[in-house]
């Protein structure tokens, strides 16, 4: 079936530096898109949400990006921080009969201070 | 604090026995879900319940039965529990019914290991 996948399963940067992980989608009846940030022994967070009608939306230090062309979500991190060291999950809202969200595999973001 | 509380954190169980975990949430949402997080992995779909009285399976609901008890709780149940069930499981609470799901307030997870 069709599902949300990531391109990257680790991601690793320096503190200071932006941060972009990136999220392919299958799914064309998507609707709704959200990434999540979940530090270990945690449940995942919400973060920022986006939906299909727009390419852009923006939080605090924090950006999502969508295009529904090709199929891909990319979430940015500004000045990143050892804070944000998280494994990071896009998650897709299918357009049709099952009310839940689907998630991808999860990218794992390391800071290096 | 508000929020979604799960129970137990840990829990142990030999193959063949039978466990419920228990979810409630106070932030008087309709919809709740669970879910399974194998390591890493994402997180897939058990059983969720748009609102109070439906429940409806997810991707992998084989192997367990649930029940919503009221608004607040929803249960997990592992009738005879397997190996393959070994992971951590998510509650989740959102306030949206239908199409339109919103964000999800997850809960801290119950690992589970089966021997």
């Known amino acids: 079936g069709e599902s949300v996948g990531l391109h990257l399963p680790t991601l690793s940067v320096q503190e200071g530096d932006n941060s972009i992980i990136n999220c392919a989608y299958s799914n064309s009846a998507s609707d709704y898109f959200i990434w999540y940030k979940q530090e270990s022994g945690k449940g995942p967070q919400f973060i920022i949400d986006i939906r299909s009608n727009m390419d852009k939306r923006q939080g605090q230090r924090v950006t999502v990006l969508l295009n529904k062309t090709v199929k891909h979500l990319s979430l940015q991190i500004a000045a990143t921080q050892p804070g944000d060291s998280a494994v990071y999950f896009c998650?897709?809202?299918?357009?049709?009969?099952?009310?839940?969200?689907?998630f991808g595999s999860g990218t794992r973001l390391q800071v290096q201070p | 604090n508000a929020g979604v509380t799960q129970t137990p954190k840990f829990q142990v169980l030999k193959t063949g026995q039978s466990m419920t975990l228990q979810c409630a949430q106070d932030?008087?949402?309709?919809?709740m879900y669970w879910y399974r997080q194998d390591p890493g992995m994402g997180l897939r779909l058990i059983y969720y319940?748009?609102?109070?009285?439906?429940?409806d399976k997810g991707e992998v609901p084989n192997g367990y039965n649930v029940s919503r008890l009221n608004k607040r709780e929803f249960s997990l149940r592992l009738e005879s529990a397997a190996p393959s069930q070994t992971s951590v499981y998510f509650c989740?609470?959102?306030?949206?019914?239908?199409?339109?799901?919103?964000?999800?307030?997850f809960g801290s997870g119950t690992r589970l290991t089966v021997v």
């Open positions: 998650a897709e809202n299918w357009n049709t009969g099952r009310r839940a969200l689907t």
């Open positions: 932030m008087n949402h309709n919809s």
């Open positions: 319940s748009a609102s109070e009285g439906t429940t």
């Open positions: 989740a609470s959102s306030e949206a019914e239908g199409a339109d799901v919103g964000g999800y307030t």
